[in-house]
């Protein structure tokens, strides 16, 4: 210990020696700056007036939900592994993914399936898997997964709704901020009206440039912990729905299952120029709401909305947490 | 699995995970009870790659040693060098600190008095490199 003190004294003398020159605010060598942080580009949607993007090649991820299930027995095979994704256009990122993609990929089983469940490791680490739709004991089923290593069981989903699937493993909210996460639908047995169907799946990104890739990014635990997102998405990438919007008819029922993965936003969902005409809260039928203008979609849950729009035009959809919906929690649907 | 020698504590979390365990706590635990200087070493069958960013924020430096059979041996140094901490403090803990801030262009114009946190951003510096930079200086 007294060495540790003899050497701090000699480098607080030279840290004054080093700063004497500097402690007069110079403008800095641009080697010393910190490398430009990169931004997703901001939306104007205030007034679904926002600028639209012109694309009509469909978005990197398709938000139309998958058909409902053809077969009571439901095989799921997932496989975690690790993989670069873009998160924004040209902002590439080290995830921990279900199946190579973020969001994995969404699940569509029917109240009372049996659904046969085998999650494969591929990764380099222990993962897990936990669904939000089941009714089991997690020290059973959703337990620690080692490399190369896999588990299987069969469950049996008997809450209809929108629910989060996402790796359990400590620390979770680095699992899930890494990309660990996704949406499974349960259809009630009688099934809802015909319409439209999208998945939304609303999420965080908090990025550092990565350590071994040029140019990639990966987690900033730090902000993680201090709340301070780069990027929002909805289904993995920012503002990808504002730049290849959504079509569809004016007048018929859209339905947008909802699912807010996190790790630590709440996405107040909204669309701009619609009230929900329904509102399945997680997401039983008999307890729809009627007629609500926006919705908070807690973190770890999920929500079924309904609406239509109504003439042909831009509709914006957002978290109407706006700094979040600037950070990219965007997207268009077009009317025609 | 927890052996002590003068100053580093190694924890061999292999026989947990065989048992279905979860280890995360158990890290932790043996992490808080790592005085300044003193050595945690983790053994683990994988790369606890996780931990280099949980210890990292309780100020742990790491340093990574692959073991045959595929397991890593990974030493954490406790650098006690936090974003919460004062320019000042890490001026004092790591000699090697006041080259870093130098090279940074970092001053001292508060008397140190800044948090590392405040201090980067006042001067444009990536705060997780800072500290990593610092952190691995203050190990050696
Ligand atoms: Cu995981």
Request: hydrophobic share 45%; charged share 15%.
């Amino acid at each position: 210990m007294s060495a540790y003190h003899l050497r701090s004294l000699t480098g607080l003398v030279l840290l004054a020696v080093a700063l004497a020159a500097a402690c007069t605010s110079q403008p800095r060598s641009a080697a010393a700056r910190r490398e430009e942080p990169w931004t997703a580009s901001p939306a104007d949607v205030s007034h679904g007036e926002a600028p639209v993007g012109t694309s009509t090649a469909p978005a990197p991820v398709d938000p139309r939900a998958p058909a409902p299930s053809a077969s009571r027995l439901v095989t799921i095979r997932l496989e975690t592994r690790e993989a670069k994704l873009a998160i924004a256009p040209g902002v590439l990122y080290e995830a921990w993914t279900f199946d190579g993609r973020v969001p994995g990929p969404v699940v569509r089983v029917t109240e009372g399936d049996t659904v046969d469940f085998t999650l494969v490791n591929r990764a380099m680490m222990p993962h897990s898997m936990d669904f939000h739709a089941a009714q089991i004991a997690p020290s059973r089923a959703y337990v620690n997964v080692m490399p190369g290593d896999s588990i299987h069981y069969r469950w049996v989903p008997q809450v209809p709704g929108v629910f989060l699937y996402h790796c359990g493993t400590a620390p979770v909210a680095m699992h899930i901020a890494n990309g660990m996460y996704g949406a499974l639908i349960v259809d009630p047995a009688r099934p809802l009206p015909p319409a439209r169907e999208f998945v939304f799946v609303q999420s965080e990104f908090y990025t550092k440039p990565a350590s071994d890739t040029a140019g990639a990014q990966q987690l900033d635990w730090e902000k993680l912990l201090g709340l301070a997102p780069d990027a929002i998405a909805f289904n993995g990438i920012a503002n990808q729905y504002a730049e290849h919007p959504i079509r569809v008819m004016a007048g018929e029922t859209i339905r947008l299952y909802v699912v807010d993965a996190g790790p630590n936003r709440v996405s107040a969902f909204h669309v701009v120029g619609a009230i929900f005409s329904k509102v399945y809260v997680d997401a039983v039928p008999a307890h729809a709401w009627e007629g609500v203008q926006t919705v908070d979609v807690p973190v770890g849950g999920g929500m079924i909305f309904e609406t239509h729009l109504v003439e042909p035009g831009t509709y914006p959809f957002v978290t109407h947490a706006f700094a979040d919906a600037t950070k990219g929690a965007v997207g268009m649907f077009v009317a025609r | 699995m927890v052996q002590q020698t003068e100053a580093v504590t190694t924890l061999d979390v292999r026989p947990m995970l065989a048992a279905g365990e979860e280890p995360f706590d158990a890290i932790l635990d043996a992490a808080r009870a790592v005085p300044a200087g003193g050595v945690l070493e983790i053994v683990a069958p994988f790369e606890p790659a996780p931990l280099y960013a949980v210890l990292g924020g309780m100020g742990f430096a790491h340093r990574t040693e692959p073991l045959e059979g595929g397991a890593f041996a990974v030493r954490f140094t406790q650098t006690g060098i936090t974003a919460a901490a004062t320019v000042a403090e890490v001026a004092e803990r790591s000699p090697a600190a006041a080259g870093i801030f130098g090279s940074h262009l970092m001053d001292l114009c508060c008397g140190g008095s800044l948090t590392l946190e405040r201090s980067a951003q006042a001067h444009g510096v990536e705060l997780a490199g800072l500290l990593a930079e610092l952190r691995e200086a203050a190990a050696r």
